[in-house]
C-alpha cells in the first residue's frame, strides 16, 4: 500500500524526532513495568512467604516466664511460641543475633544451602553472609564455640534485619541474624526469652488483660509497628508510586511532543491531504493514516519498552529482595500490568491524536490543497507592547516569542519536568543526610540505650535514666502507634529544640514534628493515649512541637509517666550514657549504639549516591530529548525564514542568537518554578509512602545540588544546540527564492 | 452526444471577516462526452471554483450540477467519495505528487482505492514515464512530474478529467507535450477533458471555449478550428 510506504518513509526522513519520541515512550513502558510489576512481584512473595512461613502478629516480653502455653491457645485460639535470642560478637563491633529455630511461628526458610542438622550447624541471613564474606561450609567462631554455616536463611520477623524493632537504618556490617537449634540458646546464659502470637480471632485486647492479670507485660509490638516486619510494605508502596507517576510524567511529556510533531508534519502536508481528498480518499482512510504514526509509536514503543522492562525486573527484584531479606520464590508477569504497559500509550494516544486530526480534516479540501491559509497572526499581547523603542534584534525576539506562546509554554514545562526528576535524587539524598547528620547526631547525645526487661528502682552506675512505653492513638478510626518517653527534666541525652531553634526542657509535654505532622497536632491539643502493655489510658495535652523527625514520639517528665501510668516513683526502664555499663544481659530487652544508626548511614548511602546518578543520567537525556525536539521543529518551522534571513547577510551565529537562543530563558524559568514543585511532590510523596511508618521524611534541598542540577539542565540545552546545528548549517540559501516563487 | 456535465444555475459566495465575494454568480454550463472543453479566465474569474465544485471538493450554495444526469449536490458523503474515486480524475497546476513516493506508487495510490483501474505499466507507458517507475518526484523535471500526476487521473479511467492550470509551471516545449498527451488520452480512452487556463492558445485544441469574467459566463464557443495540441502556437 502507498499509503503505507509513505508513513514509513516519512518516519525514517524525521528518524531523529521520531526516535526520541519513541524513545520517551520505551522509558514510560520500562519505568512502568518494571517497577509495577517489581512492586506486586514483591508483595506476591512478602504475602506468600509471610503466610507460609506464618509470621507472627506480635510479640511480647512478660515478666516471668509463661508455664503453660496450650491454655492460652484454646482460651483465645492463639497459636504462641516461644522464642530465644542472643545477641553475640561477631567481631569487635558486629553483633550477629542468634534465633532459634522455630516450629509454628516466624519459620526460617534456606534460600541457600542445608537446612540445620545439628547442634553446630548454623543458617545465616544473606546480607550478614555477604557484607563477611561468608560462604556455605565454612566454620565461623562465635562464643568460643565453633559452628558449621550449613546454609543461607530468610525469617519472617527480620525480612529488614534491624537491631531494633524501632529502629530504621539497617546496618549488614555490624549487625546481622542467624538461627540454631533451640538447645544451644536455652545454654546461652545471654539469651531473652520472648514470645511469638498468631491471633485467629479480634482478641487482642483480652489476652494482653490476662496476661497482665498473674503477670507483667515488659514490652508488646504488634507486626505494623515492627520495623523489621513493615519497612518493607512502605518502600513496595514507594516503588509501586514511582512506577506509576513517572512513567505517566513521561508518557503525557512524550504525547505533547508526538502530538507537536505530528500537527507540524499535517501542516507540512496540508496540500497532500488535500490532494488525497481530490483522489477520492475517505476521510476514515485519511485519519487511518495519520492514526498510524502514533500507533506505530505507541505500540512498539510499549512492546520494546515492557519487554525492557521485563528484563529489568530481575535484576530490580533481586536487588530488592536482597536488600531486605526476602527469598523471591516466584516471579510473574502480573497480565493486568502487562496489558495495561501496552495499551497505556496506545490509550493515550489514539483519541488525542484523532482529535488532532480531526481539527486538520475540518479544513475545507480546496484550501487543504493551496496548502491552508497562511495566518501570521498579530495578537492583541503583540498589539499590547510598546516594542517601537527596541532595537530591531530584541524586537525580533519579543515577537518571536510571543507569537510562539505554546511551544514556549512546553519548553518551560519540558524543563520543569527535567528539573523535578533532577531535584528528585539529590532532594532524597540531602534529606536522607539531613535526617541523620543533622538531626539525629543534634537530637540523641549519647552512645548507648539500654532497655531493661523489667522496671528499675535503684540508680545506674552512670548514665540518664528514663523510661519508656508503647501506646496507641485513635487517628481516623485506626490505630496509630506512638511511643511515650518519660524523661527527667535536666536530660541532656537527648536534646530537643522546638521549630525556632529554641531548646526544650522535659517539664512539659512535647511531640515530634514526625507525629505532629502524622496526625496534625497542634500546641494546646490534648490526646487520648493507650498503654499497649497495660491499657491504662490517660489524656495529655501537647505543650511543645520538636524539630525531630526520628519515630513518632512524645517526651513528657518521667514523674508524671509513671505516675499516669501506675508505675513506681522513680522507676526507670532505660539509661542513656556515653560508656559501656556492665549490666546483665538477662536483665535487658536491647541495647542500641548511636554509632551503629550513623554507620547504617552510611552504609544506606552508598548505593543511593547511584540510584541519584541514575535518575540524573535519565533526567538529562529526557532534556536533551524535548529540547533537542522543540528546537529541531523550531529550525523547520522557520526554515524559509533562516534562509532568508541567510540571503540577506546574517552570519549563523546571528541567526542562531534571533531564532533560537532565547529559549534558554524558558529552560531558566522551567528549572526555577521545578524547584518548589519538587520540594511540594516529593514531600507528598514520601508523607504517602511514610504513613505506615514510624518515621516521617524532613525534604531539604542544599545550594550544591541546586547548582549541579541547574548545571546538568544547562548541559543539556547546549547539546540539544550542538544536535541541531547541523540543520540549521543545511538549510539552503534558495529556499527563500523557491519558496517565494511557488 | 449527450452532455456527462450539465450545471445549472450555480452559486458560490466566499466571506472573509467584513468583506464578501461572489465567486460564481448563476453559471450553467453542459460539456459533452468525449469533448475538450477549455474555460479560460484571468484570476479571480471563477473557473478554479467551478472546476472544484464539479470534482467534488467544493460545495455550491445553489444550483445543480449533475453529472451523468445524478445531481451532485444531493450526494451524501459516501456518494461523493465514490464519485471522486470513480469518475473524476483531478490533474493540478503544481502535480501535487506525494514526494516520498516513487513514480509508480504515486500512480498505485490511486490505483488501490478504484473499483476498475487500468493496468499501472500500461498507463505509464502511455504518458512516456517508461524506465521512471522507480523515481522519486524530486528526481523529475517538471514535466515529467505533471505527466505522472496526468498518470495517476488516469489510470482510473475517470469518465471527467478535470485540469486545474495543468501548463502552469511548466515552459512552452513542454507544455505542449502534456497538452499532447491530455490529448491522446482524450482519444484514447474517450476521456472527456475539462480545462481551465488563463492561457488563451490552450483554447485552440479544445472542442468548446468557455470564457469566464468576475463568476459568470462571459461566451461560451464552439471551436470550428480545433487544431492538435501539436499545433497550437504559443
Same mark, same amino acid.
Given at each position: 500500500m502507498p499509503l503505507r510506504k509513505k508513513l514509513i518513509r516519512t518516519i525514517l526522513e524525521k528518524k531523529a524526532q521520531f526516535l526520541s519520541a519513541w524513545l520517551l515512550i520505551v522509558m514510560s513502558s520500562i519505568v512502568f513495568y518494571s517497577f509495577t510489576s517489581a512492586g506486586a512481584n514483591l508483595i506476591d512473595n512478602l504475602d506468600y512467604f509471610n503466610k507460609t512461613n506464618r509470621v507472627e502478629d506480635a510479640h511480647f516480653i512478660v515478666e516471668k516466664p509463661l508455664a503453660d502455653l496450650s491454655q492460652f491457645e484454646e482460651r483465645f485460639q492463639v497459636k504462641i511460641e516461644k522464642r530465644y535470642r542472643a545477641d553475640v560478637s561477631f567481631s569487635t563491633d558486629t553483633t550477629l543475633r542468634l534465633l532459634d529455630e522455630t516450629g509454628k511461628i516466624n519459620l526460617s526458610s534456606v534460600v541457600?544451602?542445608?537446612?540445620?542438622?545439628?547442634?553446630?550447624?548454623?543458617?545465616?541471613?544473606?546480607?550478614?553472609?555477604?557484607?563477611?564474606?561468608?560462604?556455605?561450609?565454612?566454620?565461623i567462631q562465635l562464643n568460643d564455640k565453633t559452628y558449621h554455616v550449613t546454609g543461607f536463611m530468610a525469617i519472617p520477623d527480620y525480612i529488614y534485619p534491624l537491631k531494633e524493632e524501632s529502629g530504621f537504618l539497617k546496618n549488614p556490617d555490624a549487625f546481622g541474624v542467624a538461627v540454631v537449634k533451640e538447645s544451644e540458646?536455652?545454654?546461652?546464659?545471654?539469651?531473652?526469652?520472648?514470645? /511469638?502470637?498468631?491471633?485467629?480471632?479480634?482478641?487482642?485486647?483480652?489476652?494482653?488483660?490476662?496476661?497482665?492479670?498473674?503477670?507483667?507485660?515488659?514490652?508488646?509490638?504488634?507486626?505494623?509497628?515492627?520495623?523489621?516486619?513493615?519497612?518493607?510494605?512502605?518502600?513496595?508502596?514507594?516503588?509501586?508510586k514511582m512506577g506509576?507517576?513517572?512513567?505517566?510524567?513521561?508518557?503525557?511529556?512524550?504525547?505533547?511532543?508526538?502530538?507537536?510533531?505530528?500537527?507540524?508534519?499535517?501542516?507540512?502536508?496540508?496540500?497532500?491531504?488535500?490532494?488525497?481528498?481530490?483522489?477520492?480518499?475517505?476521510?476514515?482512510?485519511?485519519?487511518?493514516?495519520?492514526?498510524?504514526?502514533?500507533?506505530?509509536?505507541?505500540?512498539?514503543?510499549?512492546?520494546?519498552?515492557?519487554?525492557?522492562?521485563?528484563?529489568?525486573?530481575?535484576?530490580?527484584?533481586?536487588?530488592?529482595?536482597?536488600?531486605?531479606?526476602?527469598?523471591?520464590?516466584?516471579?510473574?508477569?502480573?497480565?493486568?500490568?502487562?496489558?495495561?504497559?501496552?495499551?497505556?500509550?496506545?490509550?493515550?494516544?489514539?483519541?488525542?491524536?484523532?482529535y488532532l486530526v480531526m481539527r486538520v480534516l475540518r479544513i475545507t479540501p480546496v484550501s487543504l490543497i493551496k496548502g491552508g491559509e497562511l495566518k501570521v497572526k498579530v495578537n492583541r499581547l503583540e498589539r499590547l507592547l510598546k516594542l517601537d523603542k527596541l532595537t530591531f534584534k530584541r524586537k525580533f525576539v519579543i515577537r518571536e516569542i510571543i507569537r510562539n506562546l505554546p511551544r514556549a509554554l512546553f519548553l518551560t514545562i519540558g524543563a520543569i519536568f527535567a528539573t523535578v526528576l533532577l531535584l528528585f535524587g539529590f532532594i532524597s539524598k540531602n534529606s536522607m543526610e539531613y535526617l541523620v547528620?543533622?538531626?539525629?547526631?543534634?537530637?540523641?547525645?549519647?552512645?548507648?540505650?539500654?532497655?531493661?526487661?523489667?522496671?528499675?528502682?535503684?540508680?545506674?552506675? /552512670?548514665?540518664?535514666?528514663?523510661?519508656?512505653?508503647?501506646?496507641?492513638?485513635?487517628?481516623?478510626?485506626?490505630?496509630?502507634?506512638?511511643?511515650i518517653n518519660g524523661l527527667e527534666p535536666n536530660n541532656t541525652a537527648i536534646q530537643l529544640q522546638d521549630i525556632d531553634g529554641e531548646r526544650l526542657k522535659y517539664d512539659s509535654v512535647i511531640i515530634n514534628?514526625?507525629?505532629?505532622?502524622?496526625?496534625?497536632?497542634?500546641?494546646?491539643?490534648?490526646?487520648?493515649?493507650?498503654?499497649?502493655?497495660?491499657?491504662?489510658?490517660?489524656?495529655?495535652t501537647i505543650d511543645h512541637i520538636a524539630n525531630s523527625y526520628l519515630g513518632d514520639m512524645i517526651y513528657m517528665p518521667l514523674n508524671q509517666f509513671n505516675q499516669l501510668n501506675g508505675y513506681p516513683s522513680g522507676s526507670y526502664n532505660q539509661v542513656f550514657t556515653n560508656k559501656e555499663l556492665d549490666i546483665s544481659k538477662e536483665n535487658l530487652v536491647s541495647v542500641t549504639k548511636s554509632s551503629d544508626t550513623v554507620d547504617g548511614f552510611k552504609q544506606m548511602i552508598k548505593p543511593l549516591n547511584y540510584g541519584i546518578a541514575g535518575i540524573a543520567l535519565v533526567a538529562a537525556i529526557i532534556s536533551v530529548i524535548i529540547i533537542y525536539i522543540l528546537i529541531s521543529l523550531l529550525i523547520e518551522e522557520n526554515s524559509f525564514k533562516i534562509s532568508l534571513m541567510k540571503v540577506i547577510g546574517y552570519n549563523r551565529g546571528s541567526i542562531r542568537k534571533m531564532m533560537i537562543g532565547y529559549n534558554i530563558w524558558f529552560i531558566i524559568i522551567g528549572f526555577l518554578i521545578g524547584i518548589p514543585i519538587t520540594t511540594l511532590s516529593i514531600s507528598a510523596f514520601m508523607n504517602s509512602i511514610t504513613a505506615e511508618m514510624n518515621v516521617s521524611f524532613p525534604v531539604k534541598i542544599d545550594w550544591f545540588s541546586i547548582i549541579i542540577s541547574f548545571s546538568i539542565l544547562i548541559l543539556s540545552y547546549y547539546i540539544s544546540l550542538w544536535l541541531n546545528n547541523k540543520k540549521l548549517k543545511s538549510i539552503p540559501m534558495t529556499e527563500a527564492i523557491n519558496r517565494s516563487t511557488e | 452526444?449527450?452532455?456527462?456535465?450539465?450545471?445549472?444555475?450555480?452559486?458560490?459566495?466566499?466571506?472573509?471577516?467584513?468583506?464578501?465575494?461572489?465567486?460564481?454568480?448563476?453559471?450553467?454550463?453542459?460539456?459533452?462526452?468525449?469533448?475538450?472543453?477549455?474555460?479560460?479566465?484571468? /484570476?479571480?474569474?471563477?473557473?478554479?471554483?467551478?472546476?472544484?465544485?464539479?470534482?467534488?471538493?467544493? +460545495?455550491?450554495?445553489?444550483?445543480?450540477?449533475?453529472?451523468?444526469?445524478?445531481?451532485?449536490?444531493?450526494?451524501?458523503?459516501?456518494?461523493?467519495?465514490?464519485?471522486?474515486?470513480?469518475?473524476?480524475?483531478?490533474?493540478?497546476?503544481?502535480?501535487?505528487?506525494?514526494?516520498?513516493?516513487?513514480?509508480?506508487?504515486?500512480? +498505485?495510490?490511486?490505483?488501490?482505492?478504484?473499483?476498475?483501474?487500468?493496468?499501472?505499466?500500461?498507463?505509464?507507458?502511455?504518458?512516456?514515464?517508461?524506465?521512471?517507475?522507480?523515481?522519486?518526484?524530486?528526481?523529475?523535471?517538471?514535466?515529467?512530474?505533471?505527466?505522472?500526476?496526468?498518470?495517476?487521473?488516469?489510470?482510473?479511467?475517470?469518465?471527467?478529467?478535470?485540469?486545474?492550470?495543468?501548463?502552469?509551471?511548466?515552459?512552452?516545449?513542454?507544455s505542449k507535450e502534456i497538452l499532447n498527451l491530455i490529448e491522446k488520452i482524450n482519444k484514447e480512452y474517450n476521456t472527456t477533458v475539462l480545462i481551465i487556463t488563463h492561457n488563451q492558445a490552450i483554447s485552440e485544441m479544445a472542442n468548446r471555449v468557455v470564457t469566464l469574467k468576475d463568476g459568470k459566463i462571459e461566451s461560451d464557443v464552439v471551436n470550428e478550428h480545433i487544431k492538435s495540441a501539436e499545433g497550437i502556437e504559443w
Open positions: 541457600k544451602g542445608e537446612a540445620l542438622d545439628s547442634e553446630e550447624d548454623i543458617l545465616i541471613d544473606q546480607g550478614f553472609a555477604k557484607a563477611h564474606e561468608l560462604s556455605i561450609g565454612e566454620d540458646l536455652e545454654n546461652l546464659k545471654e539469651n531473652l526469652v520472648y514470645y /511469638s502470637v498468631r491471633f485467629s480471632e479480634n482478641n487482642r485486647g483480652q489476652f494482653k488483660a490476662f496476661l497482665n492479670q498473674n503477670n507483667q507485660l515488659i514490652n508488646w509490638t504488634d507486626k505494623k509497628d515492627n520495623n523489621r516486619i513493615s519497612f518493607i510494605r512502605g518502600d513496595i508502596e514507594g516503588i509501586k506509576e507517576f513517572l512513567p505517566i510524567a513521561i508518557l503525557f511529556i512524550s504525547i505533547a511532543i508526538i502530538l507537536i510533531l505530528l500537527w507540524r508534519l499535517m501542516k507540512k502536508e496540508y496540500s497532500q491531504i488535500g490532494t488525497l481528498y481530490a483522489l477520492g480518499y475517505k476521510k476514515s482512510e485519511i485519519i487511518r493514516h495519520y492514526l498510524s504514526y502514533a500507533s506505530i509509536l505507541a505500540i512498539s514503543g510499549s512492546v520494546v519498552g515492557t519487554f525492557l522492562g521485563w528484563l529489568f525486573l530481575h535484576p530490580l527484584l533481586s536487588a530488592f529482595a536482597s536488600y531486605y531479606n526476602l527469598p523471591v520464590l516466584v516471579v510473574e508477569p502480573h497480565i493486568v500490568l502487562l496489558i495495561v504497559s501496552l495499551m497505556l500509550p496506545l490509550v493515550f494516544f489514539i483519541p488525542l491524536t484523532y547528620t543533622d538531626n539525629f547526631n543534634s537530637v540523641y547525645h549519647y552512645e548507648y540505650n539500654y532497655i531493661y526487661s523489667s522496671l528499675q528502682t535503684t540508680l545506674p552506675d /552512670s548514665g540518664q535514666i528514663g523510661s519508656s512505653a508503647p501506646f496507641t492513638i485513635n487517628y481516623k478510626n485506626e490505630k496509630q502507634s506512638l511511643t514534628k514526625s507525629l505532629a505532622d502524622k496526625i496534625g497536632l497542634q500546641k494546646g491539643d490534648t490526646i487520648h493515649v493507650t498503654n499497649q502493655l497495660s491499657n491504662t489510658t490517660f489524656d495529655i | 452526444m449527450s452532455s456527462i456535465v450539465k450545471i445549472e444555475a450555480i452559486n458560490k459566495s466566499y466571506q472573509s471577516g467584513n468583506s464578501f465575494f461572489q465567486a460564481l454568480s448563476n453559471v450553467s454550463l453542459q460539456v459533452e462526452k468525449g469533448e475538450i472543453v477549455v474555460v479560460l479566465g484571468p /484570476s479571480g474569474s471563477g473557473k478554479s471554483t467551478m472546476l472544484n465544485a464539479i470534482g467534488a471538493i467544493d +460545495e455550491v450554495d445553489s444550483g445543480k450540477i449533475c453529472i451523468d444526469q445524478q445531481d451532485i449536490t444531493q450526494f451524501n458523503n459516501h456518494q461523493l467519495v465514490n464519485y471522486r474515486r470513480e469518475e473524476i480524475g483531478f490533474v493540478f497546476q503544481m502535480y501535487n505528487l506525494i514526494p516520498n513516493l516513487t513514480v509508480y506508487e504515486n500512480i +498505485e495510490l490511486t490505483a488501490n482505492i478504484c473499483s476498475n483501474p487500468l493496468p499501472i505499466q500500461e498507463v505509464i507507458d502511455a504518458v512516456g514515464l517508461n524506465g521512471m517507475e522507480d523515481r522519486f518526484p524530486r528526481e523529475l523535471s517538471g514535466g515529467q512530474q505533471q505527466r505522472v500526476s496526468i498518470a495517476r487521473a488516469v489510470v482510473k479511467t475517470p469518465k471527467l478529467l478535470l485540469c486545474d492550470e495543468p501548463t502552469g509551471a511548466l515552459d512552452s516545449n513542454t
